[in-house]
């Protein structure tokens, strides 16, 4: 869905090493999300905002941190990536009252 | 946490016959269902929902079924497209609008 883009769409990093990802939309969406998709499992919450001031953690937090910079955006950091952080990552976002969620295209990540 | 499972994970089926997308859910609280497309490279699309107080919905050629008796749900595409090809994924959840549980998946190969 071109109204919620992440950067960037692929990443190779090395052990350690800290990395941002980003998520942007236009949809005017409150509530955004960060997932983590991997061969055979569904996909996983990390976190989630339900607006600028409100963080919260999904199934999958340890290792990440996010920061909503403002209703558009939101980003997921790791601060020291690990090679089993190896996956596709996925923004999503919502309206609030409806629970239909909008999925960015995806940035696959390699930790080396 | 949730369970939301598939039956099976690939599925093949020929141009123009129906399609019929099977899933379980584990928690009998679940109150809201999505089903999620998703094309090789991209995010998951919205393809339809169904609240729990509903037993079938039907959209533009696609009708979710749900049975709460066995916690099934199930998503019905007519006269199969070739693009249709994807994996498909059922999500739940209980507190509508806070944390989804995603399945793993089907994919779905549709034969011309």
């Known amino acids: 869905d071109a109204d919620v883009t992440q950067t960037p769409r692929n990443r190779i990093t090395k052990t350690g090493k800290r990395i941002m990802l980003e998520c942007s939309q236009t949809k005017g969406h409150d509530r955004m999300y960060w997932y983590r998709q991997d061969p055979g499992l569904g996909l996983r919450l990390i976190y989630y905002?339900?607006?600028?001031?409100?963080?919260n953690k999904g199934e999958i937090s340890d290792g990440y941190s996010v920061s909503r910079q403002a209703q558009a955006k939101f980003s997921l950091s790791l601060e020291s990536a690990i090679p089993n952080q190896t996956a596709l990552y996925f923004c999503?976002?919502?309206?609030?009252?409806?629970?239909?969620?909008?999925f960015g295209p995806g940035t696959r990540l390699l930790v080396l | 946490g949730e369970s939301v499972g598939l039956h099976l994970p690939t599925l093949s089926v020929q141009e123009g016959d129906n399609s019929i997308i099977n899933c379980a859910y584990s928690n009998s609280a679940s109150d809201y269902f999505i089903w999620y497309k998703q094309e090789s490279g991209k995010g998951p699309q919205f393809i339809i929902d169904i609240r729990s107080n509903m037993d079938k919905r039907q959209g533009q050629r696609v009708t979710v079924l749900l049975n709460k008796t066995v916690k099934h749900l199930s998503l019905q595409i007519a006269a199969t497209q070739p693009g249709d090809s994807a994996v498909y994924f059922c999500?739940?959840?209980?507190?509508?609008?806070?944390?989804?549980?995603f399945g793993t998946g089907t994919s779905l190969t549709v034969i011309p």
């Open positions: 999503a976002t919502s309206r609030v009252g409806k629970e239909t969620q909008y």
């Open positions: 905002s339900f607006d600028v001031k409100d963080i």
């Open positions: 999500a739940e959840t209980l507190n509508t609008g806070n944390q989804f549980y």
